[in-house]
């Protein structure tokens, strides 16, 4: 019998992407870094239904806080998908009213299983992470 793994070992298939989920936690550059080394990119969420999928998963592995790749740090208060540099208003962001809110401080988004928005945080903080790639 042949069965068909299409995401590889470590990785989950959701949809029509794979995720893998770190057991590690790292700042949001260094979470970026990891998963190019994967041959995919930080998470970025294009949906409601993929983010809660997303706050579910994170709950059955433990996280508090997860990067997603969301970040102002090229241009102050333009958040942008790390990937494609598209602002997020244009696509899709679910941000906790007041947020962003943190200014120079706080230039790199998450998410936490038990809230339902985006908040920004310190870059330099380090949180758990999810990498994504195509099928």
Same mark, same amino acid.
């Given at each position: ?14 949809? #029509? ?54 970040? #102002?740090?090229? %241009? ?19 941000? %906790? ?21 985006? %908040? ?16």
């Amino acid at each position: 019998m042949f069965i068909f793994i299409a995401c590889g070992e470590e990785w989950t298939l959701f949809k #029509d992407y794979c995720y893998w989920f770190s057991n590690k936690t790292s700042t949001f550059n260094g979470a970026v870094a990891e998963c190019i080394g994967k041959q995919s990119a930080l998470v970025e969420l294009y949906g409601s239904a993929e983010e809660n999928w997303l706050r579910l998963q994170s709950a059955i592995q433990g996280y508090t806080h997860i990067w997603i790749g969301v970040t #102002d740090l090229a %241009h102050e208060g333009n958040f942008v998908f790390v990937s494609n540099n598209i602002r997020v208003q244009y696509m899709y962001s679910n941000w %906790h009213k007041g947020e962003p809110g943190g200014g120079r401080a706080q230039n790199c988004a998450i998410i936490t299983p038990s809230y339902t928005e985006w %908040h920004d945080y310190p870059c330099g903080d380090k949180f758990n992470y999810v990498c994504k790639r195509l099928v």
